[in-house]
């Protein structure tokens, strides 16, 4: 049996009066990768959400290696681990690749009450990170992220993610607006991540890229989890789809 | 990129258009009066300049992280009031009547930062409503009269705010080190350090800031406190060169000030920001308004020169950007 890493339960979510997340019970174990599914607006980057401290739960209860945290801020969700990549790029476009890939915890150098940036250090991660994610273009680390391509920027959140190895790393749909060679890139990481003891958060709507590579999937339905043991390597995307959109529905259109 | 000359990158700089206005200014004045350039007219712009200086620069940090402040003018004419106060009273000595007046601008950035961020109500009205606050506490307590300052003449803080001395036939006021020096320092803290960082990605884009674990609310707070502080130094310092504590003085400096800052190229919108852009600034629109006087032009048209360069150099910004996003 696989050790937990991460274990969610009960946890509701109301927005107003719209209940986003209802009675969500979720378990990630070390080193899996879990697929998310779900139509739009299921929840899914409502749970992602919660777990990276971005919005608070309305309740339920998030341990972290079997222990109970309170995770009320990004910050605390970073501290316990857990990196997400947002669907909604998170990063600043005035700034520079190498700035926003440190954004939060610069290096520094020299006496700390000058609070001086170590730029150089900086830069040569950078361009050391945007080759491992597949970039083979030579962008100046110091390029702001406002003049990069939708696949350029996704890229850079990525390897912001590897450099801080975290044990959780969630990526909420990764693949959008990327080519195929990024495309793969992404996949190609998430499948390293496994590799090298990372577990992940994989939400993306193009199941097929799922299956690629994921190990069990979990799916999503109006705010509750309607499946969460399905594996991949058994199960078709057909039978998926259809828990996806509801055996009703899909009867009830023949 | 990488093998683009030396010149184009300097062209390239937000700072440059600011910089070509200031050496056209500057060459314009000076060929129809050759006394422009005159030490006196110099030192005497110098001595005025670095008072909205100040404030400019404190405003430049906070535009950066995305917001501004317009009770600058207010705290401006109420530091020195406080001080005057306290002083002139009796209740407190020179030192710490300054000390009185710099903690209560600092709660009056604290405040105004505090309805920003925790109450989330736009900078604009926050501190619109301080604006009228502030202004009305100094009228109210002085009753609209001026405060006496000339008992303030060889005391040693005064002395270190504007004392002035001559090198050559230069003569140079105290306040010009202090803005020379806190201009190095927030341009070092603005582009050279962490927190400068975190200032220009909560201007940039504040939820991802966030999400990284960068305190927004806290560095907003932190540069209206700086912001307010200045004010009221520069306050302070202009009461002691001028002898007078008046209440309604730095009425409208807030608008002058922004002016200054937006014209040296930091973005209204916040995300970035420049100090030498902004000393630029400063001396640009300080340069004018002496300028003009000196050329024989009513003092009167100031404000249609000022408004013309403001639009000017907002086109000039706007064509490089899309210039820039369009590519070269
Ligand atoms: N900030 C918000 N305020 C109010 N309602 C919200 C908010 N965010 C999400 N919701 C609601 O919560 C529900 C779940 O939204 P969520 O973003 O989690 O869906 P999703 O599964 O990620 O969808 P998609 O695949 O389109 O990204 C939706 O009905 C949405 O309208
Ligand atoms: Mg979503």
Redesign the interface.
């Known amino acids: 049996m696989a050790t937990e890493l991460i274990r969610m339960e009960h946890v509701n979510k109301f927005y107003g009066r719209v209940q986003a997340l209802e009675d969500v019970n979720l378990v990630v174990n070390e080193s899996e990768i879990v697929g998310l599914l779900g139509d739009n607006g299921a929840g899914k980057s409502t749970l992602i959400k919660v777990l ?1 401290g ?1 919005v608070p739960s309305s309740s339920g209860k998030i341990s972290v290696r079997g222990k109970e945290v309170t995770i009320r ?3 605390d969700a ?1 501290a316990q681990g857990i990196e ?1 990549i ?1 669907q909604d ?7 520079s690749i190498a ?1 926003n890939l ?5 290096p ?1 150098k020299g006496p700390k009450f ?4 170590d ?1 150089e250090k900086m830069n040569e991660v950078a361009r050391e990170l945007l080759a491992r994610v597949g970039i083979s273009k030579n962008i ?1 680390p110091n ?1 702001p992220i ?2 990069l391509s939708g696949g350029e920027r996704q890229a850079v959140a990525i390897a912001r993610a590897m450099h801080f190895d975290s044990d959780l790393i969630i990526l909420d749909e990764p693949t959008n607006n990327l080519g195929v060679a990024e495309t793969q890139g992404v996949l190609r990481f998430v499948r390293n991540a496994r590799d090298s003891g990372h577990s992940c958060i994989f939400i993306a709507h193009n199941i097929h890229h799922v299956f690629q590579v994921v190990d069990r999937i979990v799916v999503m339905r109006r705010g509750r989890i309607v499946a969460d043991d399905i594996n991949p390597k058994t199960t078709s995307v057909e039978e998926v789809e259809r828990v996806i959109t509801g055996e009703e529905l899909v009867v009830a259109r023949g | 990129m990488e093998n683009r000359t030396f010149l184009q990158r300097f062209i390239s700089k937000p700072e440059f258009g600011p910089l070509v206005l200031l050496v056209a200014e500057l060459a314009v004045f000076w060929s129809i009066n050759h006394d422009f350039l005159s030490v006196l007219n110099i030192s005497n712009t110098l001595s005025f300049t670095v008072e909205l200086g100040l404030i400019a620069l404190g405003m430049t940090m906070l535009m950066t992280s995305g917001e501004f402040d317009l009770s600058v003018g207010s705290v401006f004419g109420f530091a020195p009031v406080i001080m005057w106060t306290f002083f002139n009273a009796g209740w407190a000595s020179l030192e710490i009547s300054f000390l009185i007046a710099m903690v209560l601008s600092a709660f009056i950035g604290w405040a105004n930062g505090w309805f920003v961020t925790r109450v989330k109500i736009s900078s604009f009205l926050v501190t619109l409503g301080m604006l009228l606050v502030v202004r009305g506490v100094g009228l109210y307590i002085t009753d609209g009269f001026p405060q006496r300052t000339w008992s303030a003449g060889g005391h040693w803080l005064a002395s270190a705010l504007v004392g002035d001395f001559y090198i050559g036939s230069f003569r140079v006021y105290a306040s010009l080190f202090w803005f020379v020096g806190i201009a190095i320092i927030l341009g070092y803290v603005l582009t050279g350090t962490k927190v400068g960082n975190w200032i220009q990605a909560a201007g940039g884009n504040a939820n991802s800031a966030r999400a990284r674990g960068v305190n927004v609310n806290r560095t907003k707070v932190a540069l209206f406190m700086l912001t307010a502080v200045l004010s009221g130094f520069s306050g302070i310092i202009s009461s002691i060169r001028t002898s007078s504590a008046n209440p309604n003085s730095g009425t409208g400096y807030e608008l002058e000030v922004i002016a200054m800052v937006v014209i040296g190229g930091t973005a209204l919108t916040g995300g970035r920001g420049t100090i030498i852009g902004t000393v630029l600034g400063v001396f640009i629109l300080r340069v004018m308004r002496n300028g003009i006087v000196l050329i024989g032009v009513p003092g009167l048209a100031y404000n249609i020169f000022i408004g013309a360069i403001i639009l000017g150099m907002m086109t000039l910004h706007s064509v490089l950007e899309r210039r820039h996003q369009a590519g070269t």
Not at chain 1, 89 to 95: E, F, H
Not at chain 1, 102 to 106: A, H, I, S, V
């Open positions: 990276s971005a801020s990004t910050t970073i997400t947002y790029s998170a990063l600043v476009t005035q700034l700035r440190f954004l939060g915890r610069e520094v000058f609070n001086r940036l730029q100046p390029t406002g003049s």
